[in-house]
């Protein structure tokens, strides 16, 4: 089964700066799709960002974007002005096309925004 | 549309006890996921459907655990009997084939 990692467990940004959290997963698929979402105290699961492993152009939305190395299989996610509303724990996932769709997500990242 | 809609928000039950915890995906949708969140864990994924069908189970830790999806807007999962160690946040999501899937608010269970 395909792994997701996140090896950072905390990071921290000074508001208005810009940080990048790492993903790095295994597979032996070549097309699939790459998710970062944001989990915030209220728990709710929001999708922040995707990526279609057949694009090569980075998926961006806002001040989100994501730097995307297939060959390196690493997917890391950068929010430029960091916003106190950006606080949150944020997980990488990763979903096959081919064998069967599944959904697995790495152990997730928490992200502290400072004033 | 209300976006994917679990019930209870909270529960709060007797080690022993039947638990059944449900989820409206959102119209449309193909795909239906259970995750279960913890601490130690993280989030894992328990079962998904296809077209109401359960394409994989292997995630469901036990034969306490099961779940249902008897149409195409209504899941279960069902824990009988309950544990504490079950206790955490269990999540619906649904999707429309490969995309993105959108969550639940959850459900935080707790076993006493």
């Known amino acids: 089964a395909q792994t997701v990692t996140q090896s950072q467990p905390e990071m921290s940004v000074q508001e208005a700066e810009t940080v990048t959290l790492s993903c790095t997963y295994d597979t032996s698929e070549s097309d699939y799709y790459l998710f970062w979402y944001k989990q915030p105290p209220s728990r709710q699961m929001i999708l922040v960002i995707r990526?279609?492993?057949?694009?090569?152009q980075n998926a961006t939305e806002n001040r989100f974007s994501v730097n995307f190395q297939k060959a390196a299989k690493s997917f890391s996610l950068k929010i430029s002005d960091s916003q106190l509303g950006d606080a949150a724990m944020y997980f990488c996932?990763?979903?096959?096309?081919?064998?069967?769709?599944?959904?697995?997500f790495g152990a997730g990242t928490r992200l502290t925004v400072k004033p | 549309d209300a976006g994917v809609i679990q019930s209870p928000r909270h529960e709060v039950t007797e080690m022993g006890q039947e638990v059944t915890l449900r989820c409206k995906p959102i119209?449309?949708?193909?795909?239906l996921f259970w995750y279960r969140q913890t601490m130690m864990r993280g989030l894992e994924l328990l079962i998904y459907?296809?077209?109401?069908?359960?394409?994989?189970d292997s995630g469901m830790p036990e034969d306490r655990f099961s779940a249902k999806m008897p149409n195409a807007s209504f899941s279960t999962l069902k824990i009988q009997p309950s544990e504490p160690r079950d206790s955490a946040v269990y999540f619906c999501?649904?999707?429309?084939?490969?995309?993105?899937?959108?969550f639940g608010q959850g459900t935080r269970l707790t076993v006493v």
């Open positions: 119209s449309g949708h193909d795909y």
């Open positions: 990526q279609e492993a057949y694009k090569q």
């Open positions: 999501a649904s999707s429309y084939r490969g995309l993105g899937a959108f």
């Open positions: 996932a990763y979903r096959s096309i081919y064998n069967n769709n599944d959904m697995r």
């Open positions: 459907f296809n077209n109401n069908v359960p394409i994989d």
